[in-house]
């Protein structure tokens, strides 16, 4: 089955600095891959994703680079803000092949101003 | 279009005592899930339902029972709650490659 690790958190930047949250994953054949973020109190939501080798997905400033030859999937952003203090989540999934989605136990992010 | 809503919002329960979380999704979706979100362990897969009539169990099914109601509606209950299923729970539908969530219930059991 799929499973993913992520870096270890919590991750604590100053505004303005840029963030590397990394990934990894192990998966049956060639996955999509995912970036969710969940705010305080609330319930996840897509932040961005990348359905193939090489692809980059990117969303309000974050992106991520699928990289099949190692197995990656970091999430960057060059300038964080207050306003991107969560926890974020990869997860690996391959739809229509008796696969559900794989969360690890997310990456928090704090943005001190 | 509300996407995913679950009810409530949170609950205590003693232990021993039964109840019903609700989700409903409007977005037309045939699978559906229920997570639990513990401190340090991420999203764990309670039950899911990859269509109408249809349910299986997850990661951490003990202590679990599910209904799919019909195609929005798909519930958790616990029979008999036990201080370990404190925790948030988080019920989602899925549309080809991507979950939708709903906003989580708090429960704690005393």
């Known amino acids: 089955g799929n499973s993913v690790t992520q870096m270890e958190g919590p991750v604590t930047l100053s505004e303005e600095a840029f963030l590397t949250i990394n990934c990894t994953y192990t998966a049956t054949g060639y996955p999509s891959l995912f970036w969710y973020v969940q705010y305080p109190g609330e319930g996840l939501q897509l932040l961005l994703k990348?359905?193939?080798?090489?692809d980059k997905g990117s969303n309000k400033g974050f992106e991520a680079t699928y990289r099949k030859e190692t197995t990656s999937f970091h999430l960057e952003k060059g300038s964080v803000q207050v306003s991107d203090s969560a926890v974020y989540f990869c997860?690996?999934?391959?739809?229509?092949?008796?696969?559900?989605?794989?969360f690890g136990p997310g990456t928090r992010l704090s943005v001190l101003p | 279009n509300a996407g995913v809503t679950q009810t409530p919002k949170f609950q205590v329960l003693k232990t021993g005592q039964s109840m019903t979380l609700q989700c409903a999704q409007d977005?037309?979706?045939?699978?559906m899930y229920w997570y639990r979100q513990d401190p340090g362990m991420g999203l764990r897969l309670i039950y899911y339902s990859a269509s109408e009539g249809t349910t299986d169990k997850g990661e951490v099914p003990n202590g679990y029972n599910v209904s799919r109601l019909n195609k929005r509606e798909f519930s958790l209950r616990l029979e008999s709650a036990a201080p370990s299923q404190t925790s948030v729970y988080f019920c989602?539908?899925?549309?080809?490659?991507?979950?939708?969530f709903g906003p989580g219930t708090r429960l704690t059991v005393t």
């Open positions: 990348a359905t193939k080798a090489d």
């Open positions: 989602a539908s899925r549309d080809f490659n991507e979950q939708y």
């Open positions: 997860a690996p999934y391959r739809d229509n092949y008796g696969q559900n989605f794989v």
């Open positions: 977005m037309n979706h045939n699978s």
